[in-house]
Every structure is written in structure tokens, then in C-alpha cells.
């Protein structure tokens, strides 16, 4: 039984191929293909022009509410910007047009339906909880610190995380805030050490009771831009090689103000190296004065007889005489009886028999401390080379001399250091006195010209490699078909309501026709007509050929 069906579903499977076959076999059909053709080969020829001649196109905002892309594409199809929707759904535009769509969006304040910053507050709802407004403060301020971040120069955007622990009623439990931001930078571009603590002090100022420490600032491609300060030594030594490198550009800026109005911008090139003291000393020293002075005294001394019995005449000082009498000037103090007895030591009793003292000197003591702050000066060495004015004088040893002096001026030259000042006039290399012009290829009309010349080619050789064939075959068919209907009209000799004609009538010839094929004796005259009629009727004798070899097939 299933062999009996196998034919059946075959032939049913090869009645389609059959019926398309004979549907593409049938005159109209046949007559139809070129013409079909071309018109297939300009579509795909107006499709690779469509494709080509199309600009690139450029994200303009990548995630946007439903309203802000109704709002902006309305914005810029009002401005004749054309708008297209990726795959993602963001809105893109040709890239020569995306500057003046952001501009464009900029100026009618677009796309506005994204809150964001503080605006987050004012849509809480009564009652909630105190953690879900905890949280939509420190997502504001997140927002905020971002678009603070993002008006500096060379950042595109930017984004804030903020770590606020719980607050602690036990100070052993106090932790301190941190914040970690992420910077999108422009194209090219880097973050100075100052931005960099800019940023750092920014965030840091903006939360209470965060250090600057706490903070840590990340580029896009992962680079930590805010050192963390555990490496001291390296610290150390990147701030000394910043601090000579900012000595030598200092002394590089005096050096082009001064020269760039006395041989002009481009004419000199000028390096300096500076030998930083970068060393701190500190000394401290102590002297004394060999001289002393009596702090302190203590002792005793006895005289003859202190330890004896008394011993004398009672009444004595009665029988001793008075003291001679001396005269005084009241006009004089110094006459006066004790006057140089105030400011004079006291005298020694006489005849002491032992004495014992003990004396506590102080000496002079001074106490010097020097410290050495870094950043002097040892040794300094200038450098500058002066370009040699093309075709006119070079400069003379006298104008070198004076342009040194005035070198050595303005860096502050100084012999005792050792220092060194060279000046030298030379001619300029080419490749650096003229700019090297941009590309012609890098020009923004390129990229244009291009999509367009090679829409250009493919429509050019489609109509010479397609079209221009199909339209030669068309045309040399119906100069056949034409010829052929005339040769058709044509009587023959001797016949003139013949129901056929010739084909072709040569000069000097007999025109052979259907009639005198039949009508020829023998087989001989009838090879030489059909030689003389398949020469002058070639479309018709292959047509004839054609039927033939059908017919004997069939």
C-alpha cells in the first residue's frame, strides 16, 4: 500500500514544479522577465543608495521615559532633525545633526520627566517611614554631588555612592561615612591632581562627619584617580618630583613672557633643570659661659677666743680715749661719715681662725635650634635655543650676549651656585617650524563625498552591468521581430499575393522561400535553398531547428 502512495505524493510534489515551469514558459511570461528584471536590479540599486547615503547614526539619550521620547522626538522633528529608535529604544540622530540636537533639547529644557536632587523629596508621600526617607535624602544628595561633579571640566558625567552608617549612642560604635564616586570622562581628556582633591574636598565638605580620606574617586576604565595614602614613601617622593617639576615650570613660564615679545611666539625653545634642595635639617645646640655667677652660699667661720671664758678689765671702754675728731663738708656726701662704707664689702673680722662655705655657681647657658626648610636652590642650568631668521641676518655674538644677560635675570643667576646659562641661535628643523597640515581625508566632508560616490558606483554599474544588457537584448529582439514581419509582408517573384515572403533580400540575389523549398526536384536544388534560405533567414531557420528537434522528442 505504501508503494502503491508513493507515486501519488511524488506527483503531487512535482505538479507545483511542473505549474511553475509551464507558468514560466509561456510567452507573456517570457516577454515579461527583462523588464522585471530591471525593475528588480533599480529597486536593489535604489535600496544600496538608501543604505549607503544614510549618515551614521549617534545615541542622543539612551534610557528616557515614554513622555521625554514622545517630547523630544516631537522637539526635533518640528527643528527637520530626523529621529530613529535603535533596537534598545534609544533615541538616535545623524551624527553631523548631534550637536545641534543637544543644543537644541538644551535650550527647551528636554527631557524633563527624570526628577532628580533635592526635587526627589518633594514627591514622598505622608507617612512614610523614617528608613524609605533616610534613603531618598541620601539618594538626593547622591544626585546632587553628582551634578556638581559633572559642571567640571573634562567630566562627563558622573556617579556618587554615599556610606552613612546607623548613628550610635556608644562612641566605641561610632563609624564614619564614606563615599566612592565614579567619573565618565570626556574623550581624551585626564583629571589634574588639583581636580582630583577638588573633587575629594567636595564630597568630603558635603557630608557630615566625613573625612577626606573616606573618599575615593574612580575613572571608567578602573584607575584609582585618589590616593589612599598608604605607601608614605612613594607619597613623598611623587610630592618632591611635583615640587621641582612646578620650580622648573615656573622659571620656563618667566622665561617665554620674556622672550616671546623679544623674538615672538614659536622662535625659541627653552628647558630648565633645577637641583632642588629637597632636604630638611634640623640642628640643635647648647653653650655654656666658662664664668660663673654665685647662685647660692652656705657656711660659717669662727675668730680667736669665740669659744674661750670671757676674759678683759670690766669697765674698760670708759678708760679708752674718743676717736679723733674729722672734719666735714656738708657740700661734699662724699665727706660724710659712712658714705663709702654702703656699696663696700663687709670687712672680714680680723684674725679669723677657720671658716667653712658652700658655694653654687651658674653658668651661661644658651639653647639654639636650626631647622632647614626644603626647597632652595642648588644648582640651576638653562637652556634656550633661538630660531635663525630664514633669509635674513643671523644674530650676532653681541645680541646673543644680551639675550643671556637678560636670561640670566629673569631666572635669577647666580655664580656662586654654579649655575649655567647657555643661548644658542639655530635654524629649525621643517617638521617642526611648519604645522603639519590635517589629511585630506580627515576633512568632515569625506566620510559624505564617499557614502555618496559609492552609492554612485554601485547604481552606475548596475545600470551599465544590468540594465544596459537587458535593454540592448530587448531592443535587438524587436529589430528582429520587425525585420522579420517586413521580410514576412514581402511577395514572391513572380507571386505577388504569395502567402508568405523572405526574410532578407541580398543584392544580386535570388530571395529563397518556404514555396521554393517544397516546389525544388531534387535533393540536391533542395540542400542548396535550405543553405541559401538558413543564410538569409537565420532567427527563422534556428526557430525551425528549434521545433524540430521538439518535435522528435515529443
Same mark, same amino acid.
Given at each position: 500500500?505504501?508503494?502503491?502512495?508513493a507515486?501519488?505524493a511524488?506527483?503531487?510534489?512535482?505538479?507545483?514544479l511542473?505549474?511553475?515551469?509551464?507558468?514560466?514558459?509561456?510567452?507573456?511570461?517570457?516577454?515579461?522577465m527583462?523588464?522585471?528584471?530591471?525593475?528588480?536590479?533599480?529597486?536593489?540599486?535604489?535600496?544600496?543608495?538608501a543604505?549607503?547615503?544614510?549618515?551614521?547614526?549617534?545615541?542622543?539619550?539612551?534610557?528616557?521615559?515614554?513622555?521625554?521620547?514622545?517630547?523630544?522626538?516631537?522637539?526635533?522633528?518640528?527643528?527637520s532633525?530626523?529621529?530613529?529608535?535603535?533596537?534598545?529604544?534609544?533615541?538616535?540622530?545623524?551624527?553631523?545633526?548631534?550637536?545641534?540636537?543637544?543644543?537644541?533639547?538644551?535650550?527647551?529644557?528636554?527631557?524633563?520627566?527624570?526628577?532628580?536632587?533635592?526635587?526627589?523629596?518633594?514627591?514622598?508621600?505622608?507617612?512614610?517611614?523614617?528608613?524609605?526617607?533616610?534613603?531618598?535624602?541620601?539618594q538626593?544628595?547622591?544626585?546632587?554631588?553628582a551634578?556638581?561633579?559633572?559642571?567640571?571640566?573634562?567630566?562627563?558625567d558622573?556617579?556618587v555612592?554615599?556610606?552613612?552608617?546607623?548613628?550610635?549612642?556608644?562612641?566605641?560604635?561610632?563609624?564614619?561615612?564614606?563615599?566612592?564616586?565614579?567619573?565618565?570622562?570626556e574623550a581624551?581628556?585626564?583629571?589634574?591632581?588639583?581636580?582630583?582633591?577638588?573633587?575629594?574636598?567636595?564630597?568630603?565638605?558635603?557630608?557630615p562627619?566625613?573625612?577626606?580620606?573616606?573618599?575615593?574617586?574612580?575613572?571608567?576604565?578602573?584607575?584609582?584617580?585618589?590616593g589612599?595614602?598608604?605607601?608614605?614613601g612613594?607619597?613623598?617622593?611623587?610630592?618632591?618630583?611635583?615640587y621641582q617639576?612646578?620650580?622648573?615650570?615656573?622659571?620656563?613660564?618667566?622665561?617665554?613672557?620674556?622672550l616671546?615679545?623679544?623674538?615672538?611666539?614659536?622662535?625659541?625653545?627653552?628647558?630648565?633643570?633645577?637641583?632642588?634642595?629637597?632636604?630638611?635639617?634640623?640642628?640643635?645646640?647648647?653653650?655654656?659661659d666658662?664664668?660663673?655667677?654665685?647662685?647660692?652660699e652656705?657656711?660659717?667661720?669662727q675668730?680667736?677666743?669665740?669659744?674661750?671664758?670671757?676674759g678683759?678689765i670690766?669697765?674698760?671702754?670708759?678708760?679708752?680715749?674718743?676717736?679723733?675728731?674729722?672734719l666735714?663738708?656738708?657740700?661734699?656726701?662724699?665727706?660724710?661719715?659712712?658714705?663709702?662704707?654702703?656699696?663696700?664689702?663687709?670687712?672680714?673680722?680680723?684674725?679669723?681662725?677657720?671658716?667653712?662655705?658652700?658655694?653654687t655657681?651658674d653658668? *651661661?647657658? &644658651?639653647?639654639?635650634?636650626?631647622?632647614? %626648610? #626644603?626647597g632652595? !636652590?642648588?644648582? $640651576?642650568?638653562? /637652556?634656550?635655543?633661538?630660531?635663525?631668521?630664514?633669509?635674513?641676518?643671523?644674530?650676532?655674538?653681541?645680541?646673543?650676549?644680551?639675550?643671556?644677560?637678560?636670561?640670566?635675570?629673569?631666572?635669577g643667576?647666580?655664580?656662586?651656585?654654579?649655575?649655567?646659562?647657555?643661548?644658542?641661535?639655530?635654524?629649525f628643523?621643517?617638521?617642526?617650524?611648519?604645522?603639519?597640515a590635517?589629511?585630506?581625508?580627515?576633512?568632515?566632508?569625506?566620510?559624505v563625498?564617499?557614502?555618496?560616490?559609492?552609492?554612485?558606483?554601485?547604481?552606475?554599474?548596475?545600470?551599465?552591468?544590468?540594465?544596459?544588457?537587458?535593454?540592448?537584448?530587448?531592443?535587438?529582439?524587436?529589430?528582429?521581430?520587425?525585420?522579420?514581419?517586413?521580410?514576412?509582408?514581402?511577395?514572391?517573384?513572380?507571386?505577388?499575393?504569395?502567402p508568405? *515572403?523572405t &526574410?532578407?533580400?541580398?543584392?544580386?540575389? %535570388? #530571395?529563397?522561400? !518556404?514555396?521554393? $523549398?517544397?516546389n /525544388?526536384?531534387?535533393?540536391d536544388?533542395?540542400?542548396?535553398?535550405?543553405?541559401?534560405?538558413?543564410?538569409?533567414?537565420?532567427?527563422?531557420?534556428?526557430?525551425?531547428?528549434?521545433?524540430?528537434?521538439r518535435?522528435?522528442?515529443?
Open positions: 500500500m505504501e508503494n502503491a502512495l507515486p501519488i511524488n506527483a503531487r510534489l512535482a505538479q507545483p511542473a505549474q511553475a515551469r509551464s507558468f514560466l514558459t509561456q510567452p507573456a511570461v517570457k516577454k515579461s527583462p523588464l522585471l528584471l530591471l525593475f528588480g536590479l533599480i529597486a536593489s540599486a535604489a535600496l544600496a543608495w543604505m549607503l547615503a544614510t549618515p551614521p547614526q549617534r545615541v542622543l539619550f539612551a534610557q528616557l521615559a515614554d513622555s521625554d521620547k514622545a517630547a523630544v522626538s516631537e522637539a526635533l522633528t518640528a527643528a532633525i530626523p529621529v530613529r529608535f535603535d533596537s534598545a529604544g534609544a533615541i538616535t540622530v545623524a551624527e553631523d545633526d548631534y550637536h545641534k540636537a543637544r543644543m537644541l533639547l538644551a535650550g527647551q529644557d528636554l527631557p524633563k520627566a527624570m526628577p532628580g536632587g533635592y526635587a526627589l523629596l518633594d514627591e514622598l508621600p505622608m507617612g512614610v517611614s523614617r528608613a524609605v526617607e533616610g534613603e531618598r535624602l541620601r538626593a544628595r547622591e544626585t546632587e554631588l551634578r556638581s561633579i559633572s559642571e567640571i571640566d573634562a567630566v562627563a558622573a556617579r555612592h554615599l556610606a552613612t552608617p546607623e548613628a550610635s549612642v556608644f562612641v566605641r560604635d561610632q563609624a564614619k561615612p564614606s563615599a566612592s564616586v565614579i567619573v565618565r570622562l581624551g581628556r585626564t583629571l589634574s591632581d588639583a581636580q582630583v582633591r577638588s573633587i575629594v574636598n567636595l564630597v568630603a565638605s558635603s557630608v562627619g566625613m573625612n577626606a580620606d573616606q573618599v575615593t574617586i574612580v575613572d571608567q576604565m578602573g584607575a584609582l584617580l585618589s589612599n595614602g598608604s605607601d608614605q612613594t607619597s613623598v617622593g611623587d610630592a618632591r618630583i611635583d617639576r612646578r620650580v622648573e615650570e615656573k622659571y620656563r613660564l618667566q622665561l617665554a613672557k620674556l616671546t615679545p623679544l623674538v615672538g611666539g614659536g622662535n625659541f625653545s627653552a628647558e630648565v633643570q633645577a637641583d632642588v634642595d629637597l632636604d630638611e635639617a634640623q640642628a640643635t645646640r647648647e653653650s655654656y666658662k664664668e660663673g655667677v654665685i647662685r647660692a652656705q657656711g660659717n667661720w675668730a680667736p677666743g669665740a669659744n674661750g671664758a670671757p678683759g670690766p669697765g674698760a671702754l670708759s678708760n679708752v680715749p674718743p676717736a679723733a675728731a674729722s666735714t663738708n656738708p657740700a661734699n656726701p662724699e665727706t660724710q661719715p659712712g658714705a663709702n662704707e654702703a656699696g663696700a664689702p663687709p670687712a672680714a673680722p680680723a684674725g679669723k681662725t677657720s671658716e667653712e662655705f658652700a658655694r655657681y653658668l *651661661g647657658r &644658651e639653647i639654639s635650634v636650626t631647622r632647614t %626648610t #626644603p632652595g !636652590i642648588r644648582r $640651576l642650568s638653562v /637652556a634656550v635655543l633661538l630660531r635663525e631668521p630664514e633669509g635674513g641676518k643671523p644674530r650676532s655674538q653681541a645680541e646673543i650676549r644680551q639675550i643671556t644677560e637678560l636670561v640670566r635675570a629673569a631666572v643667576y647666580n655664580q656662586g651656585r654654579q649655575d649655567q646659562v647657555t643661548v644658542i641661535s639655530r635654524q628643523s621643517a617638521d617642526v617650524t611648519e604645522s603639519a590635517p589629511a585630506w581625508y580627515e576633512a568632515p566632508w569625506v566620510p563625498a564617499a557614502r555618496n560616490a559609492t552609492a554612485l558606483v554601485i547604481a552606475l554599474l548596475v545600470l551599465f552591468l544590468g540594465v544596459r544588457p537587458l535593454a540592448k537584448g530587448l531592443m535587438k529582439k524587436r529589430d528582429e521581430a520587425s525585420e522579420a514581419e517586413r521580410a514576412a509582408a514581402l511577395p514572391l517573384p513572380g507571386q505577388p499575393d504569395g508568405r *515572403g &526574410e532578407r533580400v541580398t543584392d544580386g540575389e %535570388t #530571395p529563397v522561400s !518556404i514555396d521554393m $523549398l517544397q /525544388a526536384r531534387g535533393y536544388d533542395r540542400v542548396g535553398l535550405v543553405r541559401g534560405f538558413t543564410r538569409d533567414n537565420p532567427a527563422r531557420a534556428a526557430l525551425a531547428v528549434r521545433d524540430m528537434i518535435a522528435d522528442a515529443s
